[in-house]
């Protein structure tokens, strides 16, 4: 189970499954794909800590500081976390001599995966019974599939 921001953990999955989806074949090399990545990952991260920070100081009229800002940070770094699975997948299909097309199809199969998995384990957790674990794990594999929909559409 991820630790700390398991919320943070789960967008960053989906996020990095949704933009390769989005993006597959539209890159010439894999430095490109991973580079957008990346650059996507760290966008998200930054802009989901100033968020937070800026949400409460608007609502308990607080002023912007180092050490909310670092915290903020810190808690959203659940987001890189999550990102990392869908990218290393990518990057594993690379090493291992795969075709571009092929490793974008891991990296969003892992994604679904993780996105099932992490369904799963709230549903075990919760002692949910087999129709509620059911349940949870249909509307995970949905995530997915709308994930793997994405790629369809654009292709």
């Known amino acids: 189970?991820?630790?700390?921001?398991?919320?943070?953990?789960?967008?960053?999955?989906?996020l990095v499954g949704a933009l390769m989806a989005a993006e597959s074949g539209h890159h010439e090399s894999y430095l490109d794909m991973i580079a957008s990545a990346v650059v996507a990952t760290v966008a998200?991260?930054?802009?989901?800590?100033?968020?937070?920070?800026?949400?409460?100081?608007?609502?308990?009229?607080?002023?912007?500081?180092?050490?909310?800002?670092?915290?903020?940070?810190?808690?959203?770094?659940?987001?890189v976390k999550g990102a990392a699975i869908p990218m290393i997948a990518l990057l594993?299909?690379?090493a291992?001599?795969?075709?571009?097309?092929?490793?974008?199809?891991?990296?969003?199969?892992?994604?679904?995966?993780g996105i099932v998995a992490f369904e799963l384990a709230a549903g075990i957790r919760s002692?949910?019974?087999a129709g509620e674990l059911a349940l949870q794990v249909g509307v995970g594999a949905?995530?997915?599939?709308?994930?793997l929909a994405l790629r369809s559409l654009l292709l």
């Open 142 to 147: 949905t995530m997915g599939i709308a994930i």
């Open 92 to 94: 594993l299909a690379w």
């Open 44 to 79: 998200y991260w930054l802009l989901h800590a100033y968020s937070s920070v800026l949400g409460t100081r608007l609502a308990t009229g607080g002023s912007l500081n180092v050490r909310a800002l670092w915290m903020s940070l810190v808690s959203e770094w659940a987001i």
């Open 127 to 129: 002692h949910a019974s």
């Open 96 to 113: 291992t001599g795969a075709a571009q097309e092929t490793a974008v199809t891991a990296a969003l199969w892992s994604a679904v995966a």
């Open 1 to 14: 189970m991820p630790e700390g921001n398991p919320t943070g953990v789960v967008y960053g999955i989906i």
